[in-house]
């Protein structure tokens, strides 16, 4: 099972800028390659969201929400993907979750370990 490692959350104020990353830690490249890498969110008293995903063909997808502010990408050499997030809202706070989805087999779902983002002046 892979092991997904995030990094970059913090505070920052509203109409600021973070950028997450997420390392695919205990797989080889081929292996990498394989997966639909996302991030998803969870606010205080809410259900986890979607955010954004990333195939390995780069093909992506936003929610609404965070569309024209927040870009993913990844790199597949490096087995990292990352979320840059612009502009942002009180209403981004939460705490926002690397995932891998495998192309090929819809029970290999996972999850790393959660990063916090607090947007307060």
């Known amino acids: 099972q892979v092991q997904l490692v995030e990094s970059g959350g913090g505070l920052v104020q509203p109409g600021g800028s973070l950028r997450l990353s997420c390392v695919m830690s205990?797989?080889?490249?081929?292996?990498?390659?394989?997966?639909?890498m996302g991030w998803y969110r969870q606010a205080p008293g809410k259900q986890r969201e979607l955010v954004a995903t990333?195939?390995?063909?780069?093909?992506?997808f936003y929610v609404d929400s965070v569309k024209g502010r927040f870009t993913i990408s990844r790199d597949n050499s490096r087995k990292t993907v990352w979320l840059q997030m612009n502009t942002l809202k009180p209403e981004d706070t939460a705490v926002y979750y690397c995932?891998?989805?495998?192309?090929?087999?819809?029970?290999?779902?996972?999850w790393g370990q959660g990063t916090q983002v607090t947007v307060s002046s």
């Open positions: 205990r797989a080889i490249l081929s292996v990498f390659n394989m997966y639909t």
């Open positions: 995932n891998a989805k495998n192309d090929q087999n819809d029970y290999d779902n996972n």
């Open positions: 990333i195939t390995s063909d780069r093909t992506t």
